[in-house]
């Protein structure tokens, strides 16, 4: 059974910067995909950003790219989230997740998930 928990959310202006850190617990993550999620309020859950643990290819949603960085560690934290030039419309909670198999846009197909940290982004 797979953990996960989020951290380093927080309220910063826009144009700033945060890092997220996603916490994991459990067997291995080989063969795994890891992702970024995010949720604005009154929207639903979207895709931010994802890798796969074995290969490292790193997928971003057009409105990230340039701007956000998914990397891993093979330590005790499995993936963080760079986030530079923030925007207001970066606002959400933020989550990460676990899934076997590729990395995929579709918040379904991914298996388990954090909690969510909060990021807001004032103008």
């Known amino acids: 059974q797979v953990q996960l928990g989020e951290s380093g959310g927080g309220l910063v202006q826009a144009g700033g910067s945060l890092r997220l850190t996603c916490g994991a617990s459990?067997?291995?993550?080989?063969?795994?995909?890891l992702g970024w999620f995010r949720q604005a309020p009154g929207k639903g859950r979207e895709f931010v950003a994802g890798?796969?643990?074995?290969?490292?290819?790193?997928t971003y949603t057009d409105s990230v790219k340039g701007r956000f960085t998914i990397s891993r560690d093979g330590a005790k934290n499995p993936v963080f989230l760079q986030m530079n030039s923030l925007r207001p419309e970066d606002t959400a909670v933020y989550y990460c997740?676990?899934?076997?198999?590729?990395?995929?846009?579709?918040?379904?197909?991914?298996?388990?998930w954090g909690r969510g940290t909060q990021v807001t982004v004032s103008s």
């Open positions: 890798t796969t643990w074995s290969a490292g290819v790193t």
């Open positions: 997740a676990v899934r076997r198999g590729p990395v995929t846009e579709i918040t379904s197909q991914w298996d388990y």
């Open positions: 459990g067997p291995s993550f080989s063969g795994l995909a």
